[in-house]
């Protein structure tokens, strides 16, 4: 089977994205903003997990300080 030559053209105002006009899929060649981008995404996860991880450390401090108030008030009351 043979293969089609590929065959791009730029995309107008975006120096970098190309087309390949035999699929039309538009193809970042810039490959500094790629990284970049697949940093970002991954920090955003990082500090998604850390907030989740903070929210989870308050709920139990919150719990805790509760069991103490508890433990508290039942010695006061002896």
Same mark, same amino acid.
């Given at each position: 089977?043979?293969?089609?030559?590929?065959? *791009?053209?730029?995309?107008?105002?975006?120096?970098?994205?190309?087309?390949?006009? #035999?699929?039309?899929? *538009? *193809?970042?060649? !810039? !490959?500094?903003?790629?990284?970049q981008r697949?940093?970002?995404? #991954? #920090? @955003?996860?990082?500090k998604g997990?850390?907030?989740?991880?903070q929210? @989870?450390?308050?709920?139990?401090?919150?719990?805790?300080?509760?069991? *103490?108030?508890?433990?508290?008030?039942?010695? #006061?009351?002896?």
């Open positions: 089977m043979a293969r089609k030559k590929k065959e *791009i053209a730029a995309v107008e105002d975006n120096p970098g994205l190309i087309r390949d006009t #035999a699929s039309n899929a *538009i *193809i970042n060649t !810039n !490959n500094d903003a790629f990284l697949r940093s970002q995404i #991954a #920090a @955003l996860k990082l997990e850390l907030d989740k991880q929210s @989870l450390d308050i709920e139990t401090l919150k719990k805790d300080m509760q069991d *103490i108030k508890n433990l508290l008030k039942e010695l #006061a009351s002896k």
